[in-house]
């Protein structure tokens, strides 16, 4: 059965590997192509420690940096963090726990997103979750087993290198050890945590720049992960709906309202001393970010995605706690409604990642001319996708000598808040002509007259 969900799992992420790749994913592409120097310099640049740029480096050379290529490390992070899910719910429940877990998480609208996309994201929740299930089986068999001590450094001091978040939560692990009184584990995570030593001069130097980006574009803040009340609920909601939305204000409420009751239902039967792990994983991470993002805006729910396996194993432990006979439709109700928001998702374009790609094609298509945007830190898709076309700064572009420009408007409320750019078209006497619109992007075509 477990060998079924992996697969129902696979089948389920295979055909997102092939979307456009977005900005991020771009800059990553890019910088493993060595077009932003040496790995190890934009490594030391990214918001976050290195380790996944030099797995994706290892990778990349072997297969190359097609989207598919780019993207295959994190569907295999996402099969092996549903396999120690699994693993996680058989030894603090049963067997059908295990079950439970291991399709919910399956079919889980925001882990099938996070498993296409090349970042972090899922190499963070697969090591962390690994991380748990060596310190649970450290703790449940009351000793020191070499495979789970070796098991659990090894997960543990990656995740640390794997995400800043991820500090929080193996700090939490070494105050619950210490609350329960294991004193003979707490060098374990003590020592994982020694190993950053190495890397806290170049912690400080990403600060300086995040602040220094900040103070540049007073908005990016805000965007990134400043501290707003919404993001709380926003997490939740997103955990168990994945990356859809609806714009109808009212069925979005009534719809978040559905399932917070169903969900909190079953939640509230784990609310129990022998899960308080689980628990603590998820809320206490979550809530220790949210205060953090008061001084340095890194809350974004998927930065949080580590957190979503505790809240999947949970939810299937509370399911195994109701009586037997409500327990087969309650897990037909929650799997109907992660098929009912896959398909949205699927067949909705608005939902994909950002499309460069066909932006690009169809610019390709188009007579030559310019292409703009309103900051030039944004151009890694086009590069990537090798945009034939001069590309410009609009908001620092005066002159166009008469040829046609198309221009991308992406992050305009960030970059050029006062459309300076659109302004300068203006002056030279271009209006628009034509519009068009792909997944997340926009294209405005001037002309002069």
Known sequence: MIWLILVLALILRLPLLSQSLWLDEAIEALALMGKKGPILKYALADFQPPIYHFILKFWTNIFGYSEIALRTPSLIFSLLSIWFVIKIAQEIGNHRSAIIAGLLLATNPLHLYYSAEGRTYMLTTFLITASFYYLIKLLITNSRYTQYTLGYMIFTILGLWSSYLAWIVIGLQFLYLLYIRRFDLLKYPLIAFITLILWLPFVFRQLNIGFS?????????????????????????KFIAGRVSFANKKLYFLIMLSLF??????????WKTKYRLLWLWLLGSILIAYFFSLFVPVYQYF?????????????????????????????????????????????????????????????HSQKE?????????????????????????????????????????????????????????????????AEKTFPHLHLITYTEH
């Open 213 to 237: 980006t900040i103070a540049n574009s007073p908005n990016w803040g805000r965007v990134v992960g400043g501290f707003e009340l919404i993001r709380l609920p926003r997490t939740w909601f």
């Open 261 to 270: 009751s169903l969900h909190f239902f079953y939640l509230k039967k784990a």
């Open 303 to 363: 930065r949080l995605l580590f957190t979503l396996p505790a809240y999947t194993i949970l939810l299937a432990l509370s399911i195994t706690l109701i009586p037997r006979r409500y327990q087969t439709i309650s897990i037909i109700i929650l799997v109907t409604v992660h098929w009912l928001l896959i398909a949205y998702f699927y067949f909705t374009p608005r939902f994909h990642k950002e499309d460069w790609r066909s932006l690009t094609l169809y610019l």
């Open 369 to 433: 001319g310019i292409v703009a945007l309103p900051s030039l830190a944004q151009d890694a898709p086009l590069q990537y996708y090798q945009l034939k076309y001069p590309l410009v700064e609009l908001p620092k572009t005066t002159t166009f000598n008469n040829q046609t420009v198309y221009y991308i408007d992406y992050a305009e409320d960030l970059f050029d808040t006062q459309r300076i750019g659109r302004q300068n078209l203006r002056k030279q006497g271009y209006l628009p002509i």
